[in-house]
């Protein structure tokens, strides 16, 4: 398995822009998780998912942010409409069960 | 706060010299977790911890958890500049939420 796939790696965007971060978990795995890392703020969790179903979307940080995963082997991050503040990396993970998080190598965005 | 908290949040020190991190958390828990992350990458799993056990070898790596403190220790002995990146400790509580939250790190540096 390639492990979780992330794409893009890096994406700059203009303020207001629609951005799509594109996840592929590992095959089997039934959890997805969405963080973003910043200086200031660490590593946040986003959303996750079990069985491709959203359970927990507390940490989407305001109406902007949007996650589905249609099947078990995609998940999107959306962003409409995009700003400088949200300029950071987003990883997305993937595991089954209680057990260790595989992490995607991560997508860098630029919002200018 | 359901996130861990690591301390110290940086750490300098000589190559061969032992490097310890500590970790405190606030909920019960089923297990914790180790994760490191060097600049610009994924997090990588180093290590899983139930919080039936006391001290986990694997390699350089030593983890011990204290349930009754609320916390876990990283020891890296022996360290190599290699080593430098940032640590993470997450833990999995009994909530069944199956969500991680991660801390905000340690950042070591190794001294060749």
């Known amino acids: 398995d390639a492990g979780v796939i992330q794409s893009p790696r890096h994406e700059v965007t203009e303020m207001g822009q629609e951005v799509t971060l594109r996840c592929k978990p590992i095959?089997?795995?039934?959890?997805l998780f969405w963080y973003r890392q910043t200086m200031m703020r660490g590593l946040e969790l986003l959303i996750y998912?079990?069985?491709?179903?959203?359970?927990?979307d507390s940490g989407m940080p305001e109406d902007r942010f949007s996650a589905k995963m249609p099947n078990a082997s995609f998940s999107t991050l959306k962003i409409q409409p995009s700003e400088p503040r949200d300029s950071a990396v987003y990883f997305c993970?993937?595991?089954?069960?209680?057990?260790?998080?595989?992490f995607g190598q991560g997508t860098r965005l630029t919002v200018v | 706060s359901q996130q861990g908290e690591e301390d110290p949040q940086a750490l300098s020190i000589q190559e061969g010299e032992n490097a310890t991190m500590n970790c405190s958390y606030k909920t019960s828990i089923n297990n914790l977790q180790w994760y490191r992350q060097n600049s610009g990458r994924g997090l990588v799993h180093l290590i899983l911890?139930?919080?039936?056990?006391r001290e986990k070898h694997s390699g350089r790596l030593r983890v011990t958890l204290d349930t009754s403190k609320k916390s876990s220790s990283l020891l890296i002995t022996a360290s190599r500049a290699a080593d430098t990146a940032s640590y993470f400790c997450?833990?999995?509580?009994?909530?069944?939420?199956?969500?991680?939250?991660f801390g905000t790190g340690t950042r070591l540096t190794v001294i060749p």
């Open positions: 998912f079990n069985n491709n179903v959203p359970i927990d």
């Open positions: 095959s089997g795995h039934n959890s």
């Open positions: 997450v833990h999995e509580g009994q909530t069944g939420a199956n969500n991680l939250f």
């Open positions: 911890i139930r919080s039936n056990e």
């Open positions: 993970a993937s595991r089954t069960g209680e057990g260790v998080a595989f």
